[in-house]
């Protein structure tokens, strides 16, 4: 499990997970400058999924699968 989470942790970078990074650690550092704790929620859950890969963030990227 641990294996798995440092693996998607090192691969899979692209530009848009740079700069979902970056606007999510943004997102945090205002929530605790401005003290509010749900906007830290919603900033600790955009950055799981970009450091994680999965979800809007992931090799999918929120796309339909056609096919079935």
Request: hydrophobic share 50%.
């Amino acid at each position: 499990m641990m294996e798995r989470f440092i693996h998607q942790l090192k691969n899979g970078w692209t530009l848009r997970r740079f700069i979902g990074l970056f606007v999510g650690m943004f997102v945090a550092a205002q929530s605790i400058l401005l003290m509010e704790p749900l906007l830290g929620v919603i900033s600790a859950y955009f950055l799981y999924q970009i450091l994680t890969n999965t979800g809007c963030f992931g090799a999918q990227a929120c796309g339909i699968d056609y096919q079935k």
